[in-house]
C-alpha cells in the first residue's frame, strides 16, 4: 500500500466546482466516473451558480469594411477580466474572432452560458445558430416555419431563449411582425414560433398582443425563472412588459412603471430581479438615467439614479455593481462608468461609426450541451462550423 488514502466524494465535487469549464473539459477525460459527474445536469446547473464563476463583461464588436465588393464584415468576441483596475485599459481575451464574413446581423443573450447568433441573406431569410463559447460548441438551427400570407414588406423580430425545468429542454422563441404594402391598409400580422433543442424542430404560437406594439432588444438577456420578457410599446406611448412562459408556452403581458410617456426605456436585469433604465430623450445623453425593478408582478421600485458627467453617450450595459457601460458617440469608444468614484475607464475598444454594432453582455461561463445525443463535435472543428455557417471570404477574394 503507498498509504494514500482518497479524497471524500463530496471534497472532490467541492473542487471541481471551483475549476473553470476549459479545465474541466480536461479533466473529463481522467476518469468515467467524473465524466459522468460533469455532464451530469445537477453538476452543471451548480458550477455554474458557483461563486467562483463569476460575471465578466463579454464584447462583440462587428465592423464593416466598405472598400472591398462585396461588403466584408469582421466580427470579435472579447472577455474582460473579472477585476478591472480604474484608469488601466483591461486585457482581452478572444473568444472567437471572424476577420472576413458576409452575414453577421446580431447575436442574442446569454442565456445559461449561451448565445443566439444570427445571419440575414438573400432578402428576409434569416438563419440562426446556438453557441457555447467556454465548450466551443456550436450547432446551427433548422428554418422556422413562417408563412407569410398576402405581400408584406419590412418586418421587425425577437427572440427569447430559455430553459424548459420540466422536459429539461432548451428553447427559443421568435416572434416577427410584418407591416403591410404602403397603400394596403393598416393590415399588420403577428407571428411566432418556438424551437425545442431536445426534438431539434419549430412550431407555430398564436402570440398575444397588438401588431401595432414595438418591440425592443434588452441590453442583456431578460430571463429569469424560466420567463424571457421584452419591452412593448403601443401607439399610445404606454410601456408594457411582453413575457414567455418556457414551460407552458404563453404569452402574457404585465404593467411597466409609471413613467413620463416622452422617456425611453429598455430592459435588463438588475441584482437577481427584472429591471428597467429609463432616460429623458429631450435631454443630451448626458443626463440622468432611473433604474427600476418589479419586485412583484407590475410592481416598480426605482432603486437607483446615474448621472454620468461625461461626453455624449449611449448605455449599452449595467451589471449588478451599478457599473455601466457606455459608447463615446462622437469618438467610437468603449468606457466602463462607476456611479460611486465617478471613474471612468476605457475599456479598449474602437466601434464602428457607421453601424450599431457593438453588444456587451454580462458572461458566465457554463457547461450547458447544445449538441443532440446522436451528434458529435470536437472543439478543433467548431470554429469551422461557425466560419462555414457565416461563409467566411478567403483572404485573396476578399481583397480583389
Known sequence: MDGHRPLPEDVVIDI???LPVESLLRFKCVRKDWCALIKSPSFIEKHFHHKNNCARLLVCNLKVAREVHP???SVAFSLLPKEIVPGVTPEQKIL?????ITHFTCVAGPVDGLFLVQKKFYGD????????????????LPPAPFEIEGFFTNHDHQFGLGFDLLTQDYKIVWIRVFWDMPGQGANNRVYACVYSSCNNSWKHLTPEFPPSSTLSAPLDATYLNRVYYWLCRGLDDIYTILSFDMGSEQFGEIQGPDIPSEH??????????????TGDPGKPMTS???VWVMKQEGNWSKVLTIQPHIDAHWPLNISDNDKMVFEITETSQLVLHDPTTRRVTDLGFQLDLFIAGCWVFNYK???????RGNETQGEDNAVEQIEHYFYTIPMDEASS
Open 16 to 18: 471541481l466546482l471551483r
Open 71 to 73: 461588403i466584408v464584415k
Open 96 to 100: 472567437l474572432q471572424l476577420p472576413r
Open 125 to 140: 431569410d434569416v438563419c440562426l445558430g446556438l453557441w457555447n463559447p467556454a465548450t466551443k460548441e456550436f450547432r446551427t
Open 264 to 277: 425611453w426605456g429598455t430592459l435588463t436585469l438588475h441584482g437577481g430581479l427584472l429591471a428597467m433604465l
Open 288 to 290: 440622468i438615467y432611473n
Open 365 to 371: 461561463e457554463s457547461l450547458v450541451p447544445i449538441k
